[in-house]
């Protein structure tokens, strides 16, 4: 039976396993995050529904020759 194996490449291998892990954590507390401020834009948004006709659809109007 073989000795044990090259001790950097398992440092490595599980350097590899845990900072894919926590990268996974990082990835899930940020969509958290974001799906929390989602859905308070979409609540802010509700008021907002309708057409407005702000200045930059009157200059599209003024050069489309609407």
Excluded at 30 to 58: M, N
């Amino acid at each position: 039976m073989k000795g044990p194996g090259n001790p950097k490449r398992r440092q490595l291998l599980l350097g590899l396993g845990l900072g894919g892990a926590g990268a996974a954590a990082m990835l899930a507390a940020g969509t958290a995050r974001l799906a929390g401020k989602t859905e308070t834009a979409a609540a802010g948004q509700e008021a907002d529904k309708g057409y407005r006709l702000t200045e930059h659809v009157r200059s599209y109007y003024r050069t489309a020759g609407i």
